[in-house]
């Protein structure tokens, strides 16, 4: 049963159509996630559905008691307000959470100072508090916008579980690929202000996406050529167009007429970065607290060329820190920053909501640089740069408190770039940006020729961008891994596993007694003295990788040849381990 059926809605805000004549339904149980680029008006379709704003066409209907939780992209709150007075200050949308609930939510959320000021908290700790305030309501759907922004990987990771195993519907926007492929049955996508649904999570909707715009790219291009041959006719002179019938005229006005399938704008990422120096960035033993609170142990690494880093962390554990310590935006306690003389920053932070709002985008965009060299030495103005990143001219010349979440973040990205930075320093890149925007980003910093560091919880944007990882415990100390991020996730995990298991006793060491070596005649010579020997080489095998882990955990004082050179190693041992392993059953079994 539907608990929303929208029939023919159309929405348009500030003379801008946003989607027209849209009709679906929301049943028990779908997991339905949204997606489209900036401005489209996913957010706009939320409200909708939640009852938050009415369309200028159409219907919505809400099943009978229909409950329904609602968490916005920025939930709001009182920052005077305590977290329990936030939490019962007013309903969830159109559900109220229940006390026992909410209490199981705030613990796996890391939430326990419940007379903490809402004021006071991080942005990724307030978006803990209002997950579990719509979390624990009884609500039979739940419409979440953005509900990962802002998140640590360990929130993210309950969030996808939790998500994924209840019964409730689910419909939400969210541009973490990893995340909504993991919980979607289905994937919703508004283009050219139209609704295409796909089934099954992200994966598939690529591959079902892929053959719509071939079968629609072959529509496009036979609609043409019949209008080229129809211009044809048309054109031979008043005498011949008499002669032909009515319904050709016809034929000819409609495709005329028809809405072209053009393609649709992407943006475009290319500058051609300064060189870099010998010495890049050198960072020697600093150290950072506020108050009491240590934020950074001492950190020391040198930063080679073309080093592409992700740094993760839990929310609150010092990220921006460090990024603002090696920027020189706040000064060390302890210990030296230096950077070389050739190296030229881009820091594209968090603070695209605290941009002027009644400043214009050009005028904005110039404050960076007048114009750029792009690839291909070809130099372009500061207009025609904003023209590539979906920029057009009147929007231009709008102030930028009239942009979106997402293309306020755009802009920012394009000042940074402006500046034709040799070391990239990124903060949150994924938060507010389509996913059209971020695999587009994705390639270009993959060709980056240049130092790169991102703070993200993306996985699949780490995965592509990074080829090594700088983590914070929860001693505020930084270690290095040579590995992506799903690797750590699974090598955390395991971890974990094994630190949940009771102490064991060593299993023996499997031995061949020389006794029993006269009663197996199914082994070789060779085989017995192979046999023989394996538990050994196992054993020291198995200390060598308990070793390589410690040194991996430890970042080898940020040497990254020797850090690289490390995870070779452990990966042969790991393999090393599994065939003498195999090859001991082998030979065990046949003994028998």
Avoid at 128 to 157: C, G, M, S, W
Avoid at 253 to 272: F, N
Avoid at 556 to 577: N, Q, S
């Amino acid at each position: 049963m539907n608990i929303i059926s929208a029939d023919g809605i159309s929405r348009t805000i500030a003379d801008k159509p946003l989607f027209e004549n849209l009709s679906f339904g929301i049943g028990d149980g779908d997991k339905v996630s949204l997606i489209g680029v900036n401005g489209c008006g996913k957010t706009t379709l939320l409200r909708l559905v939640a009852g938050l704003d009415q369309p200028d066409g159409g219907t919505v209907v809400r099943s009978r008691d229909a409950r329904i939780a609602y968490l916005p992209q920025i939930p709001p709150f009182d920052p005077a307000h305590t977290i329990e007075e936030h939490l019962f200050s007013g309903p969830a949308a159109h559900d109220r959470p229940e006390g026992w609930r909410l209490k199981s939510f705030l613990t796996d959320y890391g939430v326990t100072d419940l007379a903490a000021r809402m004021g006071a908290l991080s942005g990724g700790m307030q978006k803990k508090v209002a997950l579990a305030r719509v979390l624990a309501t009884d609500a039979q759907l739940l419409i979440l916008d953005e509900p990962t922004n802002h998140l640590d990987l360990d929130a993210i990771l309950r969030l996808q579980e939790h998500l994924r195993e209840m019964k409730k519907a689910l419909f939400m926007v969210t541009h973490d690929r990893m995340f909504l492929d993991a919980v979607s049955t289905g994937i919703w996508e508004i283009d050219r202000r139209q609704l295409f649904t796909y089934g099954g999570g992200y994966e598939r909707y690529l591959e079902r996406k892929a053959e719509r715009d071939l079968s629609l790219q072959r529509s496009e291009d036979k609609a043409e050529n019949i209008l080229r041959t129809e211009l044809e006719w048309l054109r031979r002179g008043p005498k011949a167009r008499a002669t032909k019938s009515q319904d050709r005229k016809d034929r000819i006005q409609r495709l005329l007429d028809r809405e072209q399938i053009a393609a649709p704008g992407e943006v475009e990422l290319s500058i051609t970065g300064r060189r870099l120096g010998k010495k890049i960035l050198e960072v020697k033993g600093i150290t950072k607290r506020y108050g009491g609170r240590v934020v950074l142990n001492p950190f020391s690494w040198t930063f080679k060329k073309n080093q592409k880093l992700g740094i993760v962390g839990p929310n609150g554990c010092g990220k921006t820190t460090l990024l603002n310590l090696l920027t020189g935006v706040i000064e060390p306690d302890g210990g030296t920053v230096e950077p070389g003389v050739n190296t030229c920053f881009g820091y594209f932070d968090q603070r695209g909501a605290t941009l002027d709002p009644d400043m214009k985008v050009i005028d904005f965009i110039k404050s960076a640089g007048e114009r750029i060299e792009v690839a291909g030495g070809v130099t372009i103005s500061a207009s025609q740069m904003l023209e590539r990143f979906l920029f057009t001219g009147t929007m231009q010349y709008q102030p930028i408190g009239k942009l979106s979440g997402g293309e306020k973040r755009r802009l920012q990205l394009l000042f940074v770039l402006m500046k034709n930075p040799n070391f990239l320093i990124l903060d949150e890149p994924t938060n507010d940006l389509d996913i059209k925007t971020l695999t587009i980003l994705e390639d270009f910093l993959q060709r980056f020729e240049g130092c790169l560091l991102i703070v993200s919880h993306d996985r699949w944007f780490i995965d592509r961008c990074c080829e090594f990882l700088l983590v914070f415990d929860e001693n505020a100390t930084v270690g290095g891994f040579a590995c992506d991020m799903s690797d750590y996730i699974e090598m955390r995990a395991a971890q974990k596993v094994r630190a949940k298991e009771p102490e064991k006793k060593e299993k023996p060491v499997p031995q061949v007694r020389p006794r029993d070596i006269e009663k197996k005649v199914k082994l070789t010579f060779k085989e017995r003295l192979e046999l023989d020997k394996l538990p050994a080489e196992i054993g020291a095998l198995e200390r060598e990788k308990e070793e390589l882990e410690a040194q991996l955990s430890g970042g080898a004082h940020g040497d990254m040849a020797r850090l690289t050179a490390l995870g070779h190693r452990f990966e042969e041992v790991r393999r090393l381990i599994d065939e003498k392993l195999e090859r001991w059953a082998l030979l065990s079994e046949k003994e028998e």
